[in-house]
């Protein structure tokens, strides 16, 4: 499990983070905690594109997405 | 999702299919020749107008619009969110070099497309240096660059630059006296103001949806292999070359033709041409966006981006009156010192901001 905070980074950061997270532990289910819709929408983008399952919710005023790799 | 993602670039292909006919149409409509829409450009005559350089001067009530247009749009989907001090001046300065390489090519990422869709091949050479400059802004973003988190701030910051903006619009329909405007040149070439705005306003609305971005699309292409921005891009210059070919504009009577000399508004010092606009990709990566991306975060509520459009400003006055800004006939004298100190700049933020940068 690997939990990142991305809140308030500008992009891409948020985008560069999950996927330096993503490559570190290919088998991990990755949480990021982020503030924008636009950070949410490119890290799901992203999420999609390399076939992981993506859950979102909100917390706060902020969001959490929870991204499980397909291979699990 | 698969469907949603689907949708979603649809989006973004037909907006950027809208943006570019109206950029191209806009110049038959009386805006400067391949200067539709240039984000850099039309801040610099902005300068201009309030008196803070005297080459160029127009108040273009395209960037009022882009700016508002984001702002109710933001609004109406629940997206405004005042946020901002990270690294204000350092995005200042990023902003102002921005500016600067813009003002040695001649235009903002925007333009260089339009200058492409237009028969201008010396969109080339920048093209190669924007993207040289997007790969070493990615290059600093892979080693952990970073100016540093943004916090939640008081609805009032949020409100300063479109409330500024709404004075702008004021001055532009009132004229008063103190207002300036070119008597000859780019300047003295516009369309009526309402089409301005309304055309500005229907821009900003889009590009705040789709997140529109002129330099994130080449950017992405290199660092998560998507092409959702770039089918932006794309479609925009798409759209720009046939509406100038439906137009008569490629016309042996019309304003265009293919090229590298008697290009409008160009000079073809292609060294100068790469580095200027590189100046611009390395700068706008590390900032995040174009300088149309900094218009729209702008009236979302992003202060940060609110100081780099201040920067924008700062950076096309000091380029008009140090004699730094590119003119037909080439280089200004002091443009290529600007842009390598500039370069110089962005390696030296980029390689020490980063996470963790020690505070003093």
């Known amino acids: 499990m690997t939990e990142l905070d991305v809140r308030g980074l500008s992009c891409p950061i948020p985008v560069v983070r999950t996927k330096k997270a993503m490559d570190d532990n290919p088998r991990d289910v990755i949480t990021v905690l982020l503030e924008t819709v636009t950070s949410k929408e490119n890290v799901t983008r992203l999420a999609a594109s390399r076939g992981y399952k993506v859950k979102e919710e909100a917390v706060s005023g902020d969001y959490r997405l929870t991204l499980t790799p397909s291979a699990k | 999702m698969k469907a949603l993602f689907l949708n979603k670039r649809l989006w973004i292909i037909g907006a950027g299919l809208i943006f ?28 201009g107008s309030l008196g803070l350089q005297n080459s160029v001067q127009y108040l273009r009530p395209e960037i009022i619009g882009l700016v508002l247009g984001a702002f109710i749009t933001a609004f109406s989907f629940r997206e405004f969110r005042v946020r901002g001090g ?21 235009g903002c990422p925007i ?13 080339l ?11 070493i802004g990615i290059f600093f973003l892979r080693r952990g660059f970073n100016l540093g988190r943004a916090a939640r701030g008081p609805a009032l910051s949020g409100w300063i ?5 709404v004075g702008l619009l004021l001055i532009a329909i009132f004229q008063p006296g103190f207002l300036h405007v070119s008597e000859k040149g780019p300047g003295s070439m516009f369309v009526p103001l309402a089409v301005a705005l309304v055309i500005g306003l229907g821009v900003g609305f ?19 292999k998507d092409t959702y921005l770039l089918g932006g891009i794309l479609a925009f210059f ?5 509406t100038n070919y439906a137009a008569g504009n490629f016309a042996a009577s019309g304003i265009y033709h293919w090229g590298f000399t008697d290009e409008p508004i160009a000079h073809t010092d292609h060294l100068w041409n790469f580095l200027g606009m590189g100046l611009v990709g390395i700068s706008a990566t590390l900032l995040g966006g174009c300088p149309l991306r900094q218009l729209i975060l702008t009236g979302e ?8 459009v201040l920067g924008l400003i700062a950076g096309a006055a000091i380029a008009h009156n140090l004699s730094l800004a590119s003119s037909s006939a080439g280089t200004g004298a002091w443009g290529p010192v600007a842009v390598i100190i500039g370069l110089v700049f962005c390696v030296i933020v980029g390689f020490f901001m980063r996470e963790g940068a020690k505070a003093t």
């Open chain 2, 20 to 47: 570019g006919v109206f950029a191209a149409l806009m110049v038959n409509w009386g805006n400067p020749p391949t200067m539709g829409i240039c984000v850099a450009c039309f801040i610099r005559d902005i300068t």
């Open chain 2, 86 to 106: 990270s690294s204000p001046i350092i995005r200042f300065v990023l902003g102002a070099f921005v500016m600067i390489g813009a003002l040695v090519f001649l």
């Open chain 2, 111 to 123: 333009r260089m497309m339009l200058r492409l869709a237009g028969g201008d091949l010396n969109g």
């Open chain 2, 125 to 135: 050479p920048a093209l190669g240096g924007l993207i040289a400059g997007v790969l």
């Open chain 2, 161 to 165: 630059m479109p409330v500024i903006m």
């Open chain 2, 206 to 224: 889009l590009a705040q949806r789709t997140r529109m971005c002129f330099v994130g699309g080449w950017r992405d292409i290199f660092l998560v």
């Open chain 2, 238 to 242: 798409v759209a720009a070359l046939v």
């Open chain 2, 301 to 308: 509520g992003d202060t940060d981006a609110g100081i780099t």
